[in-house]
Every structure is written in C-alpha cells, then in structure tokens.
C-alpha cells in the first residue's frame, strides 16, 4: 500500500523559513508527480508545487505564482522523497499543507492518486 508521510510545519513568525518533507513509501514507479497542495480555512485547496520523477531523474518543476521566488521544490528520488523549501513566509501562507502523488503522470494537474495526511504551517505577524 502507497503510503506518503510528511514532517516539517510548524509555527513561525512572518519571514521565517519551513522546509516540508513528503516521503512515499510502497511504490516501486518509475515515472510519477509529486506536488504540494495547500488549504487554508474557508478557502478551497490549492497546488502549490509540483516535481515530475522519470527512470530515476527529476524531470519538470511547477511552482504557483503566489509563492515564486519564496518557495522551492525539489526531490531525493532515490528515497522517493520531496521537500518544499519555505522561506519569507506570509501569514498569508497560513495552511495545511498536502503532499499528494500522480503515478505515472509528468505533472500535477490531473486526478490525485494518493494523498498525505497534510501538515499544519502556520506564520505569525
């Protein structure tokens, strides 16, 4: 069974830094997307992020408008992990935030085959 864990929020003060980690475990495919996704209260949810996977090489990265030039993605593909930088937070970025995984998929824009548990970020004024 595919499983996605993720570890990293926390609280923090406006422009502090968070680093989120979203490692999957149970799946042996060679080609996959894995993104961040984000949803804050009263709000529907929103991508984020989002990191392609092919034969063991990252392939494409996709970072929304909202957080370019603040946010970075990036991955361990030999452990099948990613990890979305935070820096100069807002507390506007104030979410739970959602790893989620697209198998066999070269981006995040289609139906989401296994979601994480999610993992609260919040950012203090």
Known sequence: ????????GGLVQAGGSLRLSCAAFGFTFDE???????????KEREGVSCISSR???TG??????SV????TISSDNAKNT????????KPEDTAVYYCALFIYRSNCRS???YWG??????VSS
């Open 82 to 89: 990613v990890f979305l930088q935070m820096n100069s937070l």
């Open 60 to 65: 494409s990265t996709d970072i929304a408008d």
């Open 117 to 122: 548990q999610g993992t609260q970020v919040t």
């Open 111 to 113: 139906a989401v085959d």
């Open 32 to 42: 996959y997307a894995m993104g961040w996704f984000r949803q804050a209260p009263g």
């Open 55 to 57: 034969h063991g090489s």
């Open 1 to 8: 069974e595919v499983q996605l864990v993720e570890s990293g």
């Open 68 to 71: 370019k030039g603040r946010f």
